[in-house]
């Protein structure tokens, strides 16, 4: 009784921190934390009760997805299904919504590890090596969607092989031309790889990763201005001109961690560039890996920070008003042609929690690399805005934090979440969002789980969904690696 009463002193101490928040109401000089006399060792208590729940909630989200929405021999996975028809929709998933999958592996393998570090060993023993292998089955089947075209960029022409949108009936087949492929879905990847790296320490997952870092990266325009700078920016795939938070934001986490693999090291890579003398001739160089990923992880926060970063202090969603228009352009350069810059004019489209919550974990990496305090002021002001612009407190259940679940929004919304949590250290007040977070899920699991499904609404239930296509595979997958996020941060508080 004691652990769950001290668990109710910390869910009204926080709600109570997001509550002045959200009203403008600073709260820095008011942390309202239980005395350490009081709480003591029950605090350690509370939390390992609440991660270890989190972890196996998260466990059986990702288990009954991969039953209902999966085949069993060649990993297909389909977008939808209803836990009330028990009918799953024809329709294949999108790489990037199979690679919300590969996600949520992810973040429960790294729970159980940090679960097996805090002495709570049950569930890394029933579960570590069987997520291990259902990592390497995502993977090995995510060939289904790779396929291979050469592409003419900023600096050179090349023969890539990278993820097609669509999945298709043959490993390696697919069609990526054009923009069939887009490039944050290779981020996504790279992103997921990574961590899969650090997690196994599988040198083909750090080798897949790189390979792809190398394909975003020569889509970043290294043209010059009239001022003589790089115009810079990553346009949303090799068939598009427009350049979008989505396809910058969230490259900047993994290129940080590259950094950190190769630091003090001597591993080379080359960069490609143009002579900012004459402003056309393309150049190449050999540089050091760990030098070369940290400048292009400052590079590319730079761009989006000065050129998406809104009144409302949150992230819009792409640069656009191509001119003359958003067909993509040529130039030949000392005859050999090359992909010119298409300027764009305008700030548009919606804030979404996504684009915030990338740039909220870059913040958080760029400042553990590198000490630069501005990255951690960025962290907190972002942290601190996206919170009350995304976030209305009782709009559908009293006591609670709404966020928007139409779209994609619910995925979205997880990333916000995982920048909260990696930028915790840099903000007192990102416990009381999170805490938001943890009551949602499980306001939703509690109450509207149906057959291990929840809702795309975790606060209003399942609505027309009962009747029509079910849920996003993706939300199931979503949920899942908050739960596991959430568990990984309360083993940290138990510390």
């Excluded at 900012?276 to 292009?296: F, G, H, M, N």
């Excluded at 030949?332 to 684009?355: C, K, Q």
């Excluded at 990333?415 to 990696?422: N, P, S």
């Excluded at 929840?454 to 997958?477: A, C, H, I, K, Y």
Aim: overall charge negative.
């Amino acid at each position: 009784m004691q652990s769950n009463r001290i668990v109710q002193v910390v869910i009204r101490t926080t709600l109570m921190s997001a509550m002045m928040s959200s009203s403008g109401i600073s709260s820095c000089s008011q942390n309202i934390a239980p005395p350490v006399e009081e709480v003591g060792e029950a605090v350690d208590d509370a939390e390992s009760e609440i991660a270890l729940r989190n972890l196996e909630r998260s466990i059986a989200l990702v288990d009954i997805t991969i039953q209902k929405q999966f085949d069993p021999q060649t990993f297909e996975m389909r977008r939808f299904y209803n836990p009330f028809t028990q009918v799953k929709s024809e329709e294949r998933a999108s790489v990037w919504m199979y690679t919300a999958g590969i996600e949520a592996v992810n973040a429960i393998l790294v729970g159980l590890q940090k679960a097996k570090q805090a002495n709570e060993t049950t569930l890394y023993d029933q579960h570590y090596q069987r997520y291990v292998q259902l990592l390497d089955n995502l993977y090995n089947n995510a060939d289904y969607y790779l396929g291979t075209f050469e592409l003419v960029s900023y600096t050179q022409t090349r023969e890539w092989s990278v993820y097609a949108v669509d999945r298709v009936g043959q490993k390696g087949q697919a069609n990526v031309t054009g923009v069939l492929n887009v490039y944050d879905d290779q981020m996504w990847l790279v992103r997921e790889l990574l961590e899969s790296y650090k997690i196994t320490g599988n040198e083909a997952y750090l080798q897949k990763a790189e390979y792809l870092t190398e394909y975003v990266l020569d889509g970043w325009d290294t043209t010059i201005d009239e001022q003589g700078n790089e115009n810079g920016g990553i346009p949303w795939g090799p068939g598009y001109t427009s350049k979008h938070a989505c396809s910058n934001g969230p490259l900047i986490s993994p290129l940080v961690w590259l950094h950190e693999i190769y630091k003090s090291k001597s591993e080379q890579i080359e960069q490609r560039y143009i002579d900012p003398k004459d402003q056309q001739t393309r150049l190449i160089k050999s540089v050091d890996k760990e030098a070369y990923y940290l400048e292009y992880a400052k590079k590319v926060y730079e761009w989006q920070k000065s050129h998406l970063l809104n009144s409302d202090g949150v992230y819009s969603d792409m640069m656009g008003g191509c001119v003359p228009n958003c067909d993509i352009q040529y130039e030949i350069i000392n005859g050999v042609r090359y992909r010119a810059n298409t300027p764009l004019r305008d700030a548009v489209g919606e804030a979404f929690t996504y684009n915030s919550g990338t740039m909220l974990s870059g913040a958080a990496d760029l400042y553990r690399a590198t000490k630069d305090e501005s990255y951690a002021r960025d962290a907190r002001e972002l942290a601190q805005k996206s919170f009350v612009r995304f976030a209305t407190l009782g709009q559908d259940v009293p006591q609670h934090y709404t966020f928007g679940t139409n779209g994609f929004k619910n995925w979205f919304n997880g990333i916000l979440l995982r920048g909260y949590k990696e930028s915790a250290a840099l903000y007192t007040q990102n416990d009381a969002y999170l805490m938001a977070f943890q009551r949602n899920l499980d306001y939703g699991f509690e109450r509207y789980n149906q057959e291990g499904y929840l809702p795309t609404n975790l606060l209003t239930g399942w609505g027309d969904e009962r009747d029509g296509q079910g849920v996003e595979g993706m939300f199931m997958f979503a949920y899942s690696a908050q739960y596991a996020l959430l568990s990984e941060h309360h083993l940290a508080a138990k510390k």
